[in-house]
């Protein structure tokens, strides 16, 4: 076997290329004496990814080893056995949802979910920012009552309890959101047959994700984006193919700064969902930007 410096230069060399523009970030602290891993965790810090994230591929390198027999450093880890994801079907899981969700709108009230479903758009989400709990349930149920009719499958951002009570498709919540989940809230919002998405911003993220089992995974940002601030940098297409191709097993959203220009390149990454916030609420016609968004997601829908 190689030694561990060479390793890491084999690593780099084969795959700088898919994950440039990043800097450099140090190496953290090795958690196992393995040569491998150790060549992974180097290599990893060096192609940008933060210490969480390298420490996930390192280990990953390491698995895979051991899985195969010998290191190999031209495909980039992938394998969901590798990074330790739960087997299909899995132990732990939501209530499913459709594989490719298509266009997926994320809208600030009630009144703009009524006028996405009506124009057509196939997976809804309302972040109703406030912290009046009367004037969240309202809206929330106000989006509920919006969808009834359509096709739309509306999921409700972070308010959990008022998505429970209004009968909402689902609930999407951040990592921030599953930090402030007890035991019994995430037991509660299991058995209430709610669809769950969470959003993910690297390996680490996407690997505890992975242990509620949600009904998807949202992936990002992907482009620069001036909606929220970020605590980590966009991620990239090359990023983005290879969190898509760990999550296989996973419908897969894409969001983060995405434009129709870029939606071919996105979908060409296997996502089966580009979310979407400006290029609706943003557009001297929303409902002509639905419909141009709708016809890009075209080569994503099933047959």
């Known amino acids: 076997m190689l030694g561990i410096d060479a390793m890491a230069q084999a690593i780099l ?30 290599a990893c810090s060096a192609l ?33 056995e590798d990074f330790g994801l739960q087997a299909v079907p899995r132990a732990r899981a939501f209530a499913p949802c459709p594989d490719r969700l298509g266009l997926y709108a994320v809208l600030p009230d009630a009144a703009w979910v009524a006028r996405m479903a009506r124009a057509g758009v196939p997976a809804l989400q309302l972040r109703f920012k406030s912290s009046d709990a009367r004037a969240i349930a309202r809206e929330v149920a106000a989006a509920v009552r919006a969808v009834q009719g359509s096709r739309a499958l ?66 990002g940002a992907v482009f620069p984006t001036t909606l929220k601030k970020m605590a980590t940098a966009p991620q990239g297409l090359g990023r983005l193919g290879a969190y898509a191709r760990l999550l296989r097993n996973y419908p897969r959203v894409a969001i983060g700064g995405i434009g129709a220009a870029q939606f071919p390149q996105v979908l060409a990454t296997g996502v089966g969902s580009i979310a979407v916030v400006r290029a609706l609420v943003n557009a001297p016609n929303p409902e002509a930007a639905a419909a141009q968004l709708m016809a890009c997601m075209a080569p994503a829908s099933p047959p």
């Open 13 to 42: 060399a084969q795959h700088a290329a898919a994950f440039a523009g990043f800097a450099r970030e140090p190496a953290p602290e090795p958690a196992a004496p393995d040569p491998v891993y150790l060549a992974a965790l180097q």
């Open 48 to 80: 940008g990814f933060m210490a969480h994230d390298a420490q996930c591929l390192a280990r990953a390198w390491q698995a895979r080893t051991l899985r195969v027999g010998a290191f190999q450093a031209t495909p980039w880890p992938d394998a969901p």
């Open 154 to 219: 509306l999921f409700i951002n972070d308010h959990w309890q008022a998505a429970i009570d209004a009968g909402a498709y689902g609930v999407h919540l951040g990592q921030e959101d599953l930090d402030a989940l007890d035991p019994g809230a995430r037991q509660t919002l299991r058995a209430s047959g709610l669809r769950l998405g969470v959003s993910t911003h690297g390996y680490a993220e996407m690997l505890r994700a992975d242990a509620l089992g949600p009904s998807y995974i949202a992936m």
